[in-house]
């Protein structure tokens, strides 16, 4: 599986971005999908977890009620909706996905069981 994220950029403080998380490959249909953000000077974060079928959703506190996660298994792709953004949102985005049927009934938030990683994508949020 080849994972590729998009649709980072340079908005200003309050503005939306979405990004995409599109696989290559092989499908992520029956795969966890996360979003892992990493500011400089800081650890990789887990922001969103989505279940292979979607229905099982995993936010960090710091982004419930601005960020949705969603899925689209028919195009294999996964995508990070950021609403209202902040400065502390500036990082780069990375989406990982876990082995096939390796969490069949929700997902992880062990970064280590995340064995799929694309490139990131840059978010920089400006005030």
């Known amino acids: 599986v080849q994972l590729q994220a998009s649709g980072g950029g340079l908005v200003q403080v309050g503005d939306s971005l979405r990004l995409s998380c599109d696989a290559s490959?092989?499908?992520?249909?029956?795969?966890?999908v996360g979003w892992f953000r990493q500011a400089p000077g800081k650890a990789r974060e887990l922001v969103a977890a989505?279940?292979?079928?979607?229905?099982?959703?995993y936010y960090v506190d710091s982004v419930k009620g601005r960020f949705t996660i969603s899925r689209d298994n028919a195009k294999s792709t996964v995508y990070l909706q950021m609403d209202v953004l902040k400065p502390e949102d500036t990082a780069i985005y990375y989406c990982?996905?876990?082995?096939?049927?390796?969490?069949?009934?929700?997902?992880?938030?062990?970064?280590?069981?995340?064995?799929?990683w694309g490139r990131g994508t840059l978010v920089t949020v400006s005030s």
């Open positions: 990982a996905a876990t082995g096939p049927n390796d969490f069949t009934l929700g997902f992880t938030l062990d970064r280590y069981e995340y064995q799929y």
């Open positions: 490959g092989r499908t992520v249909s029956s795969a966890a």
């Open positions: 989505v279940s292979m079928t979607g229905d099982s959703i």
